[in-house]
T-cell receptor
Framework: DSGVTQTPKHLITATGQRVTLRCSPRSGDLSVYWYQQSLDQGLQFLIQYYNGEERAKGNILERFSAQQFPDLHSELNLSSLELGDSALYFC???????????????FGEGSWLTVV | GDSVTQMEGPVTLSEEAFLTINCTYTATGYPSLFWYVQYPGEGLQLLLKATKADDKGSNKGFEATYRKETTSFHLEKGSVQVSDSAVYFCALMVSGYSTLTFGKGTMLLVSP
């Protein structure tokens, strides 16, 4: 158990709909990351928040957005869903906001999203 | 840009065989290197890491050495078990940045 908690574990929804994925980081971690894992694209970094502020942005679509709340939990909002958005979405957390040898990133078990 | 290249799988071995999964990288800065493992139906778990050249990371019988001259971080295990069957991801993090760049993953299948 990494200490990173994600809900829901599985989600099935229709095209055009909107969903919210939730993440609670490890106790004491200030950084939260979102990654998407799909068969064709592999593991892709979406976005990072550090202590409530956006720190880095990767290959995140405009239809997707995220935020980190004062209690440090984070939500990833996916809207106007398409079949190609079906994937495993990982949340991860770390203590630090910038890379260093000690900045290990811990992953949750992921949220499986199926768009039908 | 930064990238990680892993050998394609699946790698199929018998129990107690020797394992090598190759990983090479390209980085714009000085990276830390990681191996993550994903067991069936589970999330990513950190297996081991190395933060500077010639460092050896090790855990659960797995080890990998950071080779700057060959830009490699190959994963090895002397004797695999059926329970090692999983997908293994090599990743890097460049100093000053906080995001991981992953390889495509290598599936390992170990049979009794």
């Amino acid at each position: 158990d990494s200490g990173v908690t994600q809900t829901p574990k599985h989600l099935i929804t229709a095209t055009g709909q909107r969903v919210t994925l939730r993440c609670s980081p490890r106790s004491g971690d200030l950084s939260v990351y979102w990654y998407q894992q799909s068969l064709d694209q592999g593991l892709q970094f979406l976005i990072q928040y550090y202590n409530g502020e956006e720190r880095a942005k990767g290959n995140i679509l405009e239809r997707f957005s995220a935020q980190q709340f004062p209690d440090l939990h984070s939500e990833l909002n996916l809207s106007s869903l398409e079949l190609g958005d079906s994937a495993l979405y990982f949340c991860a957390s770390s203590v630090e906001g910038q890379g260093s040898g000690g900045n290990t990133i811990y992953f949750g078990e992921g949220s499986w999203l199926t768009v039908v | 840009g930064d990238s990680v290249t892993q050998m394609e799988g699946p790698v199929t071995l018998s129990e107690e065989a020797f394992l090598t999964i190759n990983c090479t990288y390209t980085a714009t800065g000085y990276p830390s290197l990681f191996w993550y493992v994903q067991y069936p139906g589970e999330g990513l778990q950190l297996l081991l890491k190395a933060t500077k050249a010639d460092d050896k990371g090790s855990n659960k019988g797995f080890e990998a050495t950071y080779r700057k001259e060959t830009t490699s971080f190959h994963l090895e295990k002397g004797s695999v078990q059926v329970s090692d069957s999983a997908v293994y991801f090599c990743a890097l993090m460049v100093s000053g940045y906080s995001t991981l760049t992953f390889g495509k993953g290598t599936m390992l299948l170990v049979s009794p």
